[in-house]
């Protein structure tokens, strides 16, 4: 199994910035992807970074340009810069996980970012 534990989230006001971190933990496990989706009130849940272990990663066109995803694989960690925040990036912030042991996939617990206009 696959413990994640999310920390960062918190209120800012809008043009401000907040980083996540998630750090993934348990048995011995290969983490093949990380990333973070967000779910806001009535929202489905949707993407907003991921990065391979390779390094690779891949945005949601509404952060590209505020946004950084970063991972230490050493640590089996993922961080999320997030800058230029504004009102519309509210929303609980779940990591995510992909990893070579069963159920493969996993969920933090999830952390609430709020931005005040």
């Known amino acids: 199994q696959v413990q994640l534990v999310e920390s960062g989230g918190g209120l800012v006001q809008a043009g401000g910035s907040l980083r996540l971190s998630c750090a993934a933990s348990?048995?011995?496990?290969?983490?093949?992807?990380m990333g973070w989706y967000r779910q806001a009130p009535g929202n489905q849940r949707e993407l907003v970074a991921t990065?391979?272990?390779?390094?690779?990663?891949n945005y949601a066109d509404s952060v590209k340009g505020r946004f950084t995803i970063s991972g230490d694989n050493a640590k089996n960690t993922v961080y999320l810069q997030m800058n230029s925040l504004k009102p519309d990036d509210t929303a609980v912030y779940y990591c995510?996980?992909?990893?070579?042991?069963?159920?493969?996939?996993?969920w933090g617990q999830g952390t609430q970012v709020t931005v005040s206009s």
């Open positions: 995510h996980v992909v990893a070579a042991v069963s159920p493969f996939v996993f």
């Open positions: 348990g048995s011995r496990f290969s983490i093949n992807r």
């Open positions: 990065i391979t272990r390779g390094g690779s990663t």
